[in-house]
Structure formats: structure tokens, C-alpha cells
């Protein structure tokens, strides 16, 4: 006999390794118009998260798809939650990795910082220049920075600086496809 998908959703949520992973790392409060909301990951926002972690673990890297408002920000937030809350990402050399978040526009760069800010993310950075991306990175340890992918353009014939040879970044890059559109479309929207 079948089971009723809402008795394998319950199961899956109380198995004992399951359930003690979401109280740890998947409830977060958010501050919002005044007011502080606990929201709880999503099963997608929980099974994307975990295979994050296990695609670095095999020395991999992917792409996560999310469609508009599914909660990508919060995905970033409670995976980069789950990062600092381990000594050393498993599977990995990465000690308190610096989670560096690339986006392609000013209002979506804007957003996620945001919504790592309200739910409380220990130390934020918003990284506003090029000068200041290059002193972060210098001693990133730890860090959680976030920045447009503009930053990373050089002037007209330069070669761009290697900015970090750490191997202890992770980089999670929101909206990076656009960035290929044409020569410097980025979405065709503000940016810098």
C-alpha cells in the first residue's frame, strides 16, 4: 500500500537526524516592517541546502534553480547559516570559509544583504567599492561579503588583479547568467 505523501513529508521532517538538522540550521527570524516573523525552510530550500554542502564535499560545484520568489535569498541565508555553525565544512579544507556573494544589480544585491541582515546574520558586509572587495579578501576568513559581479570588470585592455588565492572562499552567485548577455549588458538594469 501507498503511503499518503503528507505522512512521507511528516516522516522525513521527525526522523530524528532530519528534524535536529532544522532546528539547528533551517528556522530563522526575520525582522519585517516592524515586526519579527520564524520562518521555517521550505522542503526545496532544505534539500538545495544540503546538497550544497554535499556537492562541496565532492570537490563540486552547481547551479540551484529557483524561480521568482521561492525564497532563493533565504536559501543562501540558511545555507551560509549551516556553514558558520560547523567548525569545518565536511568533506572539505574549508575552516570558517568566507561566503562571498556575487549578484548582477544594485536593488538584488540590496535584497539579499537585506534579508541576511534581518534574520540577525552574524556580520554582514556589504562591500560598496573596488578598493574595499580588495581589502576584504586580503584576510577573508570568516567573512560574509556581498558585492556585484562589476566589480570584478577590468578597465579597457587590463588584466584584472588576482584578489584572493585562498581556497577557503565559497562563492554563491545570484542572477549570474545575465552577465553574459552582450559586453556589459548585466541585465540591462542599474548596476555598479
Same mark, same amino acid.
Given at each position: 500500500?501507498?503511503?499518503?505523501?503528507? #505522512?512521507?513529508?511528516?516522516?522525513?521532517? @521527525?526522523? !530524528?537526524?532530519?528534524?535536529? #538538522?532544522?532546528?539547528?540550521?533551517? /528556522?530563522? @527570524?526575520?525582522?519585517?516592517?516592524?515586526?519579527?516573523?520564524?520562518?521555517?525552510?521550505?522542503?526545496?530550500?532544505? /534539500?538545495?541546502?544540503?546538497?550544497?554542502?554535499?556537492?562541496?564535499?565532492?570537490?563540486?560545484?552547481?547551479? /540551484?534553480?529557483?524561480?521568482?520568489?521561492?525564497? !532563493?535569498?533565504?536559501?543562501?541565508?540558511?545555507?551560509?547559516?549551516?556553514? =558558520?555553525?560547523?567548525? !569545518?565544512?565536511?568533506?572539505?579544507?574549508?575552516?570558517?570559509?568566507?561566503?562571498?556573494?556575487?549578484? #548582477? =544589480?544594485?536593488?538584488?544585491?540590496?535584497?539579499i544583504s537585506g534579508t541576511f541582515k534581518h534574520c540577525n546574520f552574524p556580520?554582514?558586509?556589504?562591500?560598496?567599492s573596488v578598493e574595499q572587495l580588495k581589502a576584504e579578501l586580503k584576510n577573508?576568513?570568516?567573512?560574509?561579503? @556581498?558585492?556585484?559581479?562589476?566589480? @570584478?570588470?577590468? !578597465?579597457?585592455? *587590463?588584466?584584472?588583479?588576482?584578489?584572493?588565492?585562498?581556497?577557503?572562499? /565559497?562563492?554563491?552567485? #545570484?542572477?549570474?547568467?545575465?552577465s553574459q548577455y552582450g559586453k556589459a549588458g548585466y541585465g540591462k538594469a *542599474?548596476?555598479?
Amino acid at each position: 500500500q501507498e503511503l499518503p505523501s503528507q #505522512d512521507i513529508l511528516l516522516y522525513s521532517l @521527525f526522523s !530524528k537526524q532530519n528534524f535536529l #538538522d532544522i532546528l539547528r540550521s533551517y /528556522i530563522v @527570524f526575520e525582522t519585517e516592517n516592524n515586526s519579527m516573523h520564524k520562518k521555517l525552510c521550505r522542503y526545496n530550500q532544505y /534539500i538545495a541546502s544540503n546538497k550544497i554542502l554535499e556537492r562541496m564535499a565532492e570537490g563540486k560545484g552547481g547551479v /540551484i534553480w529557483h524561480t521568482q520568489g521561492s525564497g !532563493k535569498s533565504l536559501t543562501m541565508t540558511y545555507t551560509a547559516l549551516k556553514i =558558520r555553525r560547523i567548525e !569545518k565544512v565536511p568533506g572539505t579544507s574549508l575552516e570558517n570559509p568566507c561566503v562571498l556573494i556575487v549578484t #548582477d =544589480r544594485n536593488d538584488l544585491d540590496a535584497q539579499i544583504s537585506g534579508t541576511f541582515k534581518h534574520c540577525n546574520f552574524p556580520n554582514p558586509v556589504s562591500v560598496e567599492s573596488v578598493e574595499q572587495l580588495k581589502a576584504e579578501l586580503k584576510n577573508s576568513t570568516g567573512k560574509t561579503l @556581498f558585492t556585484t559581479i562589476q566589480k @570584478f570588470t577590468a !578597465k579597457n585592455g *587590463e588584466t584584472y588583479p588576482e584578489l584572493s588565492s585562498s581556497e577557503n572562499i /565559497i562563492v554563491f552567485a #545570484d542572477e549570474a547568467h545575465r552577465s553574459q548577455y552582450g559586453k556589459a549588458g548585466y541585465g540591462k538594469a *542599474e548596476y555598479g
